[in-house]
């Protein structure tokens, strides 16, 4: 059986397949191709373009929105973050601690970005200016994994210390949102407009909210269901992945919980982006980047 509302595209990804994404402002789709040294982007019109990041050990590992065409990266492989935009690379630095572990980057409207160093149990900020400094992540041994913004704070998941932190200001001491449980391990994180930080809790099987003001709703799928990624979207809710599942899911702001199997055997989903317009990119293990066309809540139907 065919779903119409699913779409897929082609980017000549090496056998390791697309992952991380990124949707910039003039509808392009970024993406990391997951074994070669290379940058990905297909624009609203459908044209690829290939960037090489110009190292040979080079390890593309995050991708997040810079400016309206342009976007920053994460080179784990040369402790490099980048911006790029439709002509290639057009700006690098280097994190100021050798094999710091590269993660996630999230880029603010200021000019400026955020981004976790796995390795270096850190965090750290690039001004407007290109300066990089870097910040104890609010608990030793933490592990950073993600990062999101909302403008004004950033949020990052600490699945080291069983614990969500956030920062407001360039050189604050993180606050800490703690998890009891002895599973609790919080990776991926995203904020949706209403300024809601999402997180998904693999070692739990949870999906979370952590709203504005501090109380936390928690999510469970399905037994058995680790939640991966998240991705905030314009309607309040949260779209996720599940580790080794060619599906999706959704919980709604009323923790309706929907799930939407991907047609075909094409792979595993191992990223996911909403867009402003409310449709859903996901970049697959099996090498195609797909779009579902404004899905709505697919929970609409459950009573």
Do not use: K, N
């Not at 779903?3 to 994404?21: E, I, W």
């Not at 104890?136 to 999101?148: K, R």
């Not at 989903?269 to 697919?298: F, K, M, Y």
């Amino acid at each position: 059986m065919t779903d119409a509302r699913f779409s897929f595209h082609d980017v000549g990804a090496s056998p390791g397949g697309v992952r991380a994404l990124a949707i910039t402002a003039d509808s392009a789709v970024w993406c990391v191709d997951g074994s070669a040294s290379v940058m990905l982007r297909r624009s609203v019109d459908g044209e690829l373009s290939r960037f090489d990041l110009g190292e040979a050990t080079a390890e593309p590992r995050s991708v997040a929105a810079a400016t309206r065409d342009s976007v920053w990266v994460t080179d784990r492989g040369t402790d490099r973050i980048l911006r790029l935009d439709p002509s290639g690379v057009v700006w690098s630095t280097r994190a100021p601690t050798p094999d710091a572990g590269l993660a996630g980057i999230v880029g603010l409207d200021d000019g400026s970005a955020w981004f976790v160093e796995e390795r270096a149990d850190a965090i750290g900020r690039i001004d407007i200016l290109g300066r990089v400094t870097e910040f104890a992540p609010g608990a030793v041994g933490g592990e950073p994994s993600s990062i999101a913004s909302d403008g004004t704070s950033v949020w990052f998941g600490l699945p080291g210390a069983r614990a969500i932190a956030y920062a407001r200001g360039g050189d604050s001491q993180p606050g800490l949102v703690r998890f009891d449980d002895p599973l609790a391990a919080p990776t991926d994180v995203s904020v949706g407009d209403d300024g809601c930080l999402w997180f998904a809790d693999p070692g739990r099987g949870v999906i979370g909210r952590l709203a504005r003001g501090g109380a936390v709703t928690e999510f469970a799928p399905a037994e058995g269901v680790r939640p991966i990624r998240v991705s905030a979207d314009p309607r309040g809710g949260c779209w996720f992945t599940m580790q080794h599942r060619a599906s999706i899911g959704r919980v709604d702001d009323d923790g309706r919980i929907a799930t939407i199997d991907i047609p075909g055997d094409r792979g595993v989903p191992g990223a996911i982006a909403s867009a402003p317009s409310g449709d859903v990119w996901l970049a697959l293990d099996g090498g195609e980047l797909v779009r579902l066309a404004d899905p709505g809540d697919p929970a609409d139907g459950i009573q």
